[in-house]
């Protein structure tokens, strides 16, 4: 989706509207495509002294498996950004500045990059989650099991050995 911004950039004060649903159902993210549902774009662009703002916040549906256990869950996101827009790259590398030289802004890329720049990137299903058994591999939220997890670790068993030694 293409942005025309020139009268934003020709006129002080002017302020436009932003509102848009953008689809990212195919983007791929961490071998899934979490973000079935559109993401929704609410926000303005506006010129304040000569200065080209756009501030925009995104509603993101994200699904995915979670880390820990491996069981699908859904979280919704809410996300604010700001970038000053330019109409030549001066050379400041800050990331707040996009360049837009012919008064064309692609909402749907900068979106995308702002939006996978927050995602989590270690999502759980709660914070409470107990994830996998390391020995039979079930799911400890759902069920117990009868392994015990006090064994040693091995590859600390030379540490072991010399503090049986010393002492």
């Not at 159902?25 to 961490?30: A, G, I, R």
């Not at 979490?34 to 929704?40: D, L, R």
């Not at 000053?84 to 749907?108: H, Q």
């Amino acid at each position: 989706m293409q942005l025309d911004l020139k009268q934003a950039f020709q006129q002080e004060g002017e302020r436009l509207p932003i509102g848009a649903e953008l689809n990212f159902s195919d983007l791929e993210f961490d071998n899934a495509c979490p973000i079935p549902e559109p993401v929704k774009i609410t926000g303005t662009v506006e010129n304040q002294n000569m200065v080209v703002v756009m501030r925009y916040r995104a509603e993101v549906g994200y699904t995915r498996a979670c880390d820990r256990c491996l069981d699908v869950a859904s979280e919704d996101f809410v996300f604010d950004f700001q970038h000053i827009l330019a109409t030549e790259d001066n050379g400041d590398t800050s990331d707040e500045i996009v360049v837009v030289p012919d008064f064309r802004l692609d909402l749907y890329e900068l979106v995308r990059e702002d939006v996978l720049l927050e995602l989590p990137t270690k999502f759980l299903c709660s914070s409470e989650c107990k994830g996998l058994c390391p020995k039979c591999g079930c799911n400890l939220n759902r069920e117990t099991c009868d392994c015990t997890h006090n064994e040693p670790d091995p590859r600390l068993a030379a540490l072991r050995e010399l503090l049986k030694k010393g002492g």
